[in-house]
């Protein structure tokens, strides 16, 4: 079982930016691939930005060129920078852990992005 703990989330005005983390522990062996997707109220789950082990990255259209998701395999633990942050960036952002091929079967508690106009 892997346990996964966000953090880094607030309130920031429109262009501006933050930093998500997102620390993982327990079985962290079986999580090849690990992203951030977020929820928008009303809305469900997207797929923000994943990184494979070998750092591969994929991005969602609506953030590539402004978030960077990075990972640090020896601390068991992956970032995601937002910069230029739009108000439809807001949401409830969520860590997820898998062993591949787009299956997740780990997820944090969540972490609330608010942009501001």
């Known amino acids: 079982q892997v346990r996964l703990v966000e953090s880094g989330g607030g309130v920031v005005q429109a262009g501006g930016s933050l930093r998500l983390s997102c620390a993982a522990s327990?079985?962290?062996?079986?999580?090849?691939?690990m992203g951030w997707f977020r929820q928008a109220p009303g809305k469900g789950r997207d797929m923000v930005a994943t990184?494979?082990?070998?750092?591969?990255?994929d991005y969602d259209g609506s953030v590539e060129g402004r978030f960077t998701i990075s990972r640090d395999n020896a601390k068991n633990k992956i970032d995601l920078q937002m910069n230029s942050l739009k108000p439809e960036d807001t949401a409830v952002y969520y860590c997820a852990a898998g062993p591949g091929g787009n299956y997740w079967n780990a997820w944090g508690q969540g972490i609330q992005v608010t942009v501001s106009s």
């Open positions: 327990g079985r962290t062996s079986s999580s090849s691939d």
């Open positions: 990184i494979s082990w070998s750092g591969a990255t």
